[in-house]
């Protein structure tokens, strides 16, 4: 379930957050955009590496080796 919903028609398309209006854009797939770029944000955080245990910024819970290890892996 996405956090970001896109609402709208015609003229104007919002990007919402909780209901809340965050951005205004004058077409569907530029606020569609905006939404994902927010979801991919909100995913992103500091976690600690399963392999090594180094921390890094992983682009959310499927992401859970540090590129180092990742390559190694390969």
Request: overall charge positive; some cysteine; charged content about 25%.
């Amino acid at each position: 379930m996405s956090r970001f919903a896109v609402r709208g028609s015609g003229a104007y398309w919002s990007v919402l957050d909780g209901g809340k209006a965050v951005a205004t854009f004058s077409t569907w797939w530029k606020a569609d955009d905006h939404a994902d770029r927010l979801e991919r944000q909100a995913r992103t955080r500091v976690r600690g590496c399963l392999t090594c245990g180094s921390q890094f910024i992983s682009e959310g819970p499927h992401n859970r080796m540090c590129a180092a290890c990742r390559q190694q892996s390969h």
